[in-house]
């Protein structure tokens, strides 16, 4: 299987009871921002730069339990900010646990050894951990040296403690696709579960906009992006590939990712602001969603990114014969857990001035090897052994 059985049976049995109650607007994954503190000021990162003015806001657990019951998504995204740094992430992801939710923690990975010990591993639960390229690479997009082998360690210390891990990688005009694959390659090693991509979008409140690619430039990408990738247990779905790629078009759902914060509800999108509702109905009621989209909204021009166009392709948007068959085979085609579990990584790889790959994801900025890699370990290590990496 491609994600856990769990998730698929869920997001299935969702779907069906919305198809027979007759909604038509609805979520599939919230967005939950508990707050917009961060870490890193990462190049392509709006979020930091919007919400300058109110950077120390921060939800309780009780107004982010009040959200997540009032938008009744099945899969929830923790994230921000970055969301290892809420007080009360372990309560929190509990919590939302309780209620037969999946949850996707999207993190930079820095602080999944610190805080390990705040989670319980189950098929629920995902650390989902952005990773923009290798070493060199990364910790250019972060604008901060060592992020790269931090979020590695966190990785290995959640792996080895019977985590659940999946990477997202943002997809920008210079990325090397070729670079991206030999990540995947790495991360199988180290037993990931599955890797996300989608392209980067210009946020108003990123000053670079050089990094960001049009439309035509995204479908050029994803082509070469499918070509050597697809090998992977990639878990973006096919159809929105078929849409990055250009082989069909989509209209933005963007009421299927809706996003909750410390300012309330985000509209129109997780990328741009217009207002803010203070209850999640009247978000799907007031939002004037025809005025959005490509061809109604200049910002919306070269936007293809998985906030808005994932819901479109699961929601069956533009359907064609076979869509279900296609979603079906790709589901059960997958695998997770890495093609190389249990398996040392290769240590006999080098690093050019690229930031290409060494076999360990550690470089001593020369291109030399700093640290051999060790065999991945079992999900049935003992705690002693997980308390030893962390």
Not at 56 to 67: D, F, M, P, Y
Not at 111 to 119: A, N, T, W
Not at 193 to 214: C, N, Q, R, W
Not at 216 to 240: G, H, W
Request: glycine fraction near 10%.
């Amino acid at each position: 299987m491609r994600v856990p059985f769990s998730l698929t049976a869920s997001m299935t049995g969702y779907l069906a009871r919305k198809s027979v109650s007759g909604d038509k607007k609805f979520p599939l994954v919230m967005m939950l921002e508990p707050l917009h503190a961060c870490n890193l000021t990462c190049t392509g990162c709006g979020r930091i730069r919007e919400y300058k003015s109110t950077i120390n806001e921060i939800l309780t657990v009780e107004e982010c339990l009040k959200a997540v019951d009032e938008c009744g998504a099945p899969i929830v995204s923790i994230c921000g900010g970055e969301p290892m740094i809420y007080p009360e992430i372990g309560r929190l992801t509990s919590e939302i646990l309780t209620r037969k939710k999946h949850i996707y923690l999207c993190t930079n990975g820095m602080f999944i050894r610190k805080h390990l010990r705040d989670f319980k591993p189950t098929s629920r639960l995902f650390f989902n951990v952005h990773l923009d390229g290798l070493e060199k690479t990364h910790d250019i997009c972060v604008e901060r040296d060592g992020v790269f082998r931090e979020a590695i360690d966190g990785i290995k210390a959640a792996k080895a403690a019977g985590f659940l891990v999946t990477s997202n990688t943002t997809i920008y005009k210079e990325t090397d696709i070729e670079e991206i694959a030999e990540l995947f390659a790495y991360l199988q090693t180290l037993g990931v579960d599955g890797h996300m991509l989608s392209p980067a979008y210009s946020y108003a409140a990123v000053m670079t906009k050089e990094i960001f690619m049009s439309r035509d430039e995204i479908r050029e990408k994803f082509r070469q992006a499918s070509q050597l990738l697809e090998r992977y247990n990639i878990v973006t779905s096919p159809i929105y590939m078929e849409f990055l790629r250009g082989e069909r078009e989509l209209m933005c759902t963007a009421w299927g990712n809706p996003t909750y914060n410390p300012r309330g509800w985000k509209g129109p999108c997780y990328l741009m602001t217009d207002a803010h509702y203070p209850t999640f109905k009247e978000f799907i009621e007031t939002v004037p969603w025809d005025k959005y989209g490509r061809g109604r909204d200049p910002r919306c021009e070269d936007c293809m990114v998985h906030a808005g166009y994932e819901a479109s392709a699961v929601l069956g948007g533009n359907k064609k014969l076979g869509d279900t068959w296609k979603m079906l085979s790709w589901t059960v085609s997958g695998k997770m857990g890495g093609i190389l579990k249990g398996k040392p990584a290769p240590a006999n790889g080098k690093t050019n001035g690229n930031g290409h790959h060494n076999g360990n994801g550690h470089s001593n900025g020369n291109g030399n090897s700093t640290r051999t890699s060790k065999p991945a370990t079992p999900v049935a290590a003992q705690e002693d052994e997980v308390f030893r990496i962390l």
